[in-house]
Structure formats: C-alpha cells, structure tokens
C-alpha cells in the first residue's frame, strides 16, 4: 500500500513533496477506492485513518455541486493553526476575499471537476505578518454515485517562510499517480 511519488515535477518537485502525512493518507484514500476512480465516503473510516493522521485532516462538503464548500470535520492540527473554530463553516465565512481565497476555492472545484487528487503548495498566515509553508492534498469522495459530494483533506504545516513561495498546485489525473501538472502564478497574499 506504499507510494512512491514519481520526482518529475517541474522545478524538481515530487508529488507531495515527499510528505510522509500526505502520501501516508493518500495511500489509504488510493486502497478504498478498490478500482473505482473514487471511493465513497461510506469507505472512509477515521478509526482506519489512525491517530496519527487524524490531526490534519477533514472532511468537506461539497455544496451546490461546488458553489460553496463546508469544513464538516476538521483535526486539531487544522484547528490549531487557523486559530479558532472552522468546524460548520463555510470557506468563504473564514477567507476573506482576494486572490488566496479564490485560489484555495479553485483547489476544491478542481477536485470535483476533475474527480481526481489534488496537492497544494503554498503559504499559510499563520500570524500577524508571519507566514509558513503549507501543504494540502484534496481526496474526491462520492455517495453511491459518480458527483464529487464530499472531499477528505490532509493538511501538514512546516516553519515561517524564509521568503516568497509560489503556489504550486498538481491535479492527479485519472485519480492516479501518473499525472500531468498544472502550475499557476504565484498568489499575492
């Protein structure tokens, strides 16, 4: 059930980063789907995800076929770093408007437009003024039919920035590793 990240990304990036958090739920996220393109949420089981990824991942509904998205579950690790309570709300309550907001947004209509994986790369505000890494890895889960209803969400949060960071994101194609890549611009935070 391991993955190896293929390292053929651009700028010498491999998928994930070598996250050992988000490969080790991508894994999971990969053997539920038991040759489907995604698994049901009913195939999610957090007892199964384990204590020790439980911290950084959610779950999110999809709303109106991705007009909105709603933090149904969110892990203390999340929780920690925004600072307050996400739990029940809806993305854009917690964001404000501008370019990272829609950036983040546009993670989550990827998912259910291409009903495949998702990775980030970026920054995360963690302070006033003070920013760190961030990495997020968006999993497609379905119930009992083909639409994107709910995405599970791994979250892993490293040191202050030591300077600008481009937002990277990576659509998984086919729901596989093997992939082709999308970069965009970098977000002005």
């Known amino acids: 059930m391991a993955v190896s990240p293929p390292s053929d990304a651009p700028g010498g990036r491999a998928p994930l980063d070598n996250d050992a958090l988000l490969i080790a739920l991508h894994a999971y996220w ?28 959610g779950l999110v509904d999809v709303i109106d076929g991705g007009a909105r998205f709603r933090n149904r579950l969110v892990g203390t690790a999340i929780v ?48 006033v003024g003070t920013y760190m890494v ?13 639409d994107v209803t709910m995405i599970l969400v791994g979250q892993t949060f490293f040191g202050a920035a030591p300077g600008p960071v481009a937002a990277y994101r990576h659509v998984f194609y086919e729901a596989t590793m093997e992939q082709q890549r999308r970069e965009i611009l970098p977000v002005r935070l």
């Open 134 to 146: 961030t990495r997020r890895l968006y999993l497609p889960l379905t119930r009992g039919g083909e």
């Open 80 to 127: 920690e770093r925004w600072g307050f309570e996400i739990t029940g709300r809806f993305l854009d309550e917690i964001m404000r408007e501008g370019d990272y907001r829609e950036f983040i947004h546009e993670l989550y209509r990827d998912v259910c437009r291409h009903r495949a994986p998702v990775y980030s790369a970026s920054l995360f505000r963690w302070d």
């Open 30 to 57: 990969d053997y539920q789907r038991r040759g489907r393109a995604v698994p049901d949420r009913a195939d999610i089981d957090p007892v199964d995800i384990g204590a020790g990824l439980l911290p950084n991942v």
